[in-house]
């Protein structure tokens, strides 16, 4: 990590600010050489956390206005010295302070390579970094929320409870075999068990808690389902408050599957809606009607809508049956008109069901409460630990697989050795987890999946 790295960290295009990041030993000496302060003072006998106004210059020539943001080591984001230019934003002055730069001494920062670096300098755990991107990328207040609780160290908190737990276990086992001679209180088998059990209880919560985290932070993939004209379109706007799809009274008008992304409470929704399904004879509108059936077995959530003013026919019938295991939700539009639809049919096919108004707007609070509790995200703890990505679960099994060896061992009469070997292999996959023992390779391939500038 010797060398002096930059990069652009605002996103490029028209905006009212662009930063340029400069970190490394060199960062402050090479913001001296293109930029002067208005005070005539140099970066390099400023303090730390202070700012100066002045130009950008590159062979003389004046740039841009900006402010230089000093941070020193150790306490800046990357444990370096960094300097930080902001300039107007604009894809052209940008890149040619970054150029300016790059031209005094710095060279291009890798992807992911400023948060990289504050792993290494031991500001943050792998975990702590990995939800960097995950507050970068949020889609939702719940997802960003919880991915800000991450930064702050509340998964690599749990982790290390449980890791300190199986220490001290591995540790008394360590003792007690290696120095008989001394008087170290032998181990007992009860408290043993209690300990390792009480570990894998916890892991298995992070588990159990990780696929309710994955729909909050990525989405659902869901499916908005029914016949022509009973307000399927209606409903597509009506959540994602725009027209993206072509409402009319002509049946068979949406002919092809539109996809928006919306938030419904605190989950996010891949929505997609399809064509009217119904037997038809149109070529077009068949092939749009086949790829929507085809659709709903490999979506994460269904919405079928329902006409109320309107009895159910075979169409309706099919479709439901169609639906099978897969969770769905039946919005019966058009509320405020006389219902005549069997409702109670309806609900003995699907998991939840909901009445609504999308012409009107009405109904929004029990469709989010639905589907809330259909994906479990009701019940999600914004502030708790939550596993990110699979890199973490599958350290997760990895440990909880070690520690149930660890019980079965002690539960057959094995020697207390091999206890030891199952609490050494679980401890080191949490270190994996969290970054304090990990290949080169794991490390490199989690910042590989960062933007540049972070």
């Not at 990525?218 to 597509?236: A, C, F, Q």
């Not at 928006?260 to 119904?278: K, M, N, Q, W």
């Amino acid at each position: 990590m010797d060398k002096t790295i930059a990069a652009v960290s605002t996103p490029l295009g028209s905006g009212g600010i662009g930063v340029i990041r400069i970190s490394g030993e060199s960062a402050v000496a090479v913001a001296d050489k293109i930029f002067k302060g208005v005070s005539g003072k140099k970066l390099r006998t400023m303090k730390g956390y202070s700012a100066a106004f002045g130009k950008i210059y590159d062979n003389g020539e004046p740039i841009d206005e900006a402010v230089a943001t000093v941070f020193l080591a150790p306490h800046s984001y990357t444990g370096e010295d960094v300097v930080e230019l902001s300039c107007h934003g604009g894809v052209y002055i940008t890149n040619r302070v970054l150029r300016a730069v790059l031209n005094n001494g710095a060279v291009p920062a890798e992807a992911g390579e400023f948060t990289k670096r504050a792993f290494l300098n031991g500001k943050i755990d792998l975990t702590e970094s990995e939800a960097v991107m995950d507050i970068i990328s949020a889609k939702g207040r719940a997802a960003a929320r919880s991915a800000l609780n991450i930064k702050d160290g509340r998964l690599r908190k749990e982790i290390d409870e449980v890791k300190d737990l199986l220490v001290d276990s591995a540790a008394h086992l360590s003792a007690w075999a290696d120095y008989p001679e001394e008087d170290i209180p032998e181990v007992s088998e009860s408290h043993l068990l209690e300990s390792t059990n009480q570990a894998i209880v916890r892991l298995e919560k992070l588990l159990k808690g990780y696929d309710v985290g994955k729909v909050v932070k990525e989405g659902v993939d869901t499916l908005i389902i029914g016949k022509p004209n009973v307000g399927k379109s209606t409903l597509m706007n009506f959540l994602s408050g725009c027209e993206k799809s072509i409402v009319t009274d002509i049946p068979g008008t949406t002919r092809d599957i539109i996809q928006e992304t919306v938030v419904v409470g605190s989950v996010i929704l891949l929505l997609s809606d399809t064509a009217g399904l119904r037997d038809t004879d149109n070529p077009i509108e068949k092939i749009g009607v086949e790829r929507a059936k085809n659709r709903v077995q490999s979506c994460g959530l269904v919405l079928a809508v329902f006409d109320a003013s309107r009895p159910l026919d075979e169409n309706d019938y099919d479709m439901l049956e169609l639906l099978g295991d897969v969770p769905s939700v039946a919005v019966i539009n058009k509320s405020d008109l006389q219902s005549v639809i069997d409702v109670d049919y309806i609900g003995s096919k699907v998991n939840k069901t909901v009445l609504v108004s999308a012409a009107k707007g009405e109904g929004l609070e029990e469709l989010t409460q639905a589907v809330e509790e259909l994906t479990g995200t009701a019940e999600f703890d914004e502030n708790s630990a939550v596993l990110s990505n699979e890199r973490q679960r599958e350290c997760v099994v990895s440990a909880l697989g070690s520690l149930k060896d660890g019980v079965e061992a002690i539960e057959t009469g094995m020697t207390l050795d091999a206890v030891t070997v199952s609490l050494e292999e679980a401890i080191q996959s949490l270190l994996e987890l969290t970054g304090e023992r990990t290949s080169e390779v794991v490390v490199h391939s989690v910042f590989s999946k960062f933007c540049v500038g972070k």
